[in-house]
């Protein structure tokens, strides 16, 4: 499995913008699909963003299409989420995740990721 750290969550005022990054340790992290979940207070985890491993397949949820965009730098063992637009619902516990190694698509469920980080807090006032 890859370890992974997320870093860069915070309090943005509504409009402003916040990006969060993931590191990860471990050799296979190049040929992971990474993703992006977060979990309101009350709510189930959810899909957020992901990126193929090659970064030909990039998937956004509905919510956040347009405002968030999910990159990786695969020589610096680093995926981030761009998030612009940033609304008060967007609050929550953002997790890094990744797929076992070799998948080639950007995965959706969370059931199709094994290795999750301890997630950060985003916080977005009105």
């Known amino acids: 499995q890859v370890q992974l750290v997320e870093s860069g969550g915070g309090l943005v005022q509504a409009g402003g913008s916040l990006r969060l990054s993931c590191a990860a340790s471990?050799?296979?992290?190049?040929?992971?699909?990474m993703g992006w979940f977060r979990q309101a207070p009350g709510k189930e985890r959810e899909f957020v963003g992901s990126?193929?491993?090659?970064?030909?397949?990039?998937a956004y949820a509905d919510s956040v299409k347009g405002r968030f965009t999910i990159s990786r730098d695969n020589a610096k063992n680093t995926v981030y989420l761009q998030m612009n637009s940033l609304e008060p619902e967007d609050t929550a516990v953002y997790y890094c995740?990744?797929?076992?190694?070799?998948?080639?698509?950007?995965?959706?469920?969370?059931?199709?990721?094994?290795?999750w980080g301890q997630g950060t807090q985003v916080t977005v006032s009105s």
């Open positions: 990126i193929s491993w090659r970064g030909g397949q990039i």
């Open positions: 471990g050799r296979t992290f190049s040929t992971n699909t």
């Open positions: 995740a990744a797929t076992p190694p070799y998948s080639t698509y950007a995965a959706r469920s969370s059931f199709e990721y094994n290795s």
